[in-house]
């Protein structure tokens, strides 16, 4: 019988997932994404691990049948998947943050920001719903360096513990909302494999307890 497809987070969700699926009965036992494979493989399920920015796009693609996405990648993707189930896990929140000195111009009303952040979708609807103009400055990863160099004053970034804004002397402005994962999957799988649609009936019983 053909094998589940499933891409997931590489990190921290990736662990989160596995656990979750234990405790809903769609897993026997752990999987380990310790070495560099991309797949992993057990007698029912076939585990990619990808980017979390790639995800959407295996699912839209049929490349995995499921996938396991936030909030935060789901409103920047284009793809064309179907989101069944919110998995509650991985919660954050997308906030604009900069120097605690910046505050004040934030809040004075102004017609344009400059914003860096690896959210450009996001940030445009958050500002545009304000009347505020955007300079978006799109970077893939430490975002926080931003306005510390003065690359832009403010950032829109996701905020899970607040550690890396603390150590970087920043501060949360503004709140945009926050972010749960969502079990995405492809349209098609979803119609015609009875598997898919067993992963996610029990992942809603589980998650209705
Ligand atoms: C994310 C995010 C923040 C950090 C927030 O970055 O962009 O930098 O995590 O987490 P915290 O509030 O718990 O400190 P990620 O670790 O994905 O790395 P990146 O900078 O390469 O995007």
Do not use: H, W
């Not at 295996?58 to 490349?63: L, P, R, S």
């Not at 017609?111 to 505020?132: D, H, R, V």
């Amino acid at each position: 019988m053909e094998k589940v497809t499933i891409a997931l987070p590489k990190g921290r969700l990736f662990d989160e997932t596995i656990d979750l699926f234990i405790k809903a009965g769609i897993l026997e036992k752990k999987i380990e994404s310790k070495s560099r494979k991309l797949i992993i493989e057990n007698d029912d399920f076939r585990f990619l691990l990808v980017r979390a920015k790639d995800v959407p796009t295996y699912v839209e693609y049929g490349a995995a049948d499921i996938g396991v996405a936030g909030d935060d990648v789901l409103l920047e993707s284009e793809a064309d998947v179907y989101k069944p189930v919110d998995l509650g896990l991985g919660y954050c929140n997308i906030v604009v943050a900069g120097l605690e000195k910046d505050k004040e111009k934030y809040f004075s009303n102004p017609t344009s920001l400059k914003i860096s952040t690896k959210y450009p979708k996001i940030t445009k609807a958050f500002f545009s719903e304000k009347g505020i103009k955007t300079q978006i400055i799109e970077l893939y990863g430490s975002i926080e360096l931003a306005p510390l160099v003065g690359l832009s004053e403010f950032i829109v970034d996701i905020v899970e513990t607040g550690t890396t804004l603390r150590e970087n002397g920043l501060v949360v402005i503004d709140s945009i909302r926050p972010s749960t994962a969502k079990l995405i999957t492809n349209r098609v799988s979803f119609k015609i494999n009875d598997k898919v649609f067993d992963i996610i009936e029990k992942l809603e019983k589980y998650l209705e307890q």
